[in-house]
């Protein structure tokens, strides 16, 4: 383990939410270049530039949806 602090822990959460989200959406997206064998270039650029769109959102969103699908839902 890291040992990264629990306190931290909607920060790592926001980071792989995030990366996985942008790395499947962007995977998608970079498929018709698939035929082109210019896929993994189209997807890396494609990623990253998601990632770095999505990160701030849902670092700020998180806790908002959390807090919703909690009244939403109950034990």
Known sequence: MLG???RYSH???????S???CAIASAI?????????Q???HWL??????WAAMLPVVLLAA???R?????LTRE
């Open 4 to 6: 990264i602090p629990r």
């Open 11 to 17: 920060f790592v959460f926001s980071v792989i939410q």
């Open 19 to 21: 990366g996985l989200t």
């Open 29 to 37: 997206a970079s498929f018709p270049s698939a035929s082109t064998h």
């Open 39 to 41: 896929f993994v270039a």
């Open 45 to 50: 650029l494609a990623f990253l530039v998601s």
């Open 63 to 65: 806790p908002m949806i």
């Open 67 to 71: 807090r919703v699908s909690l009244r």
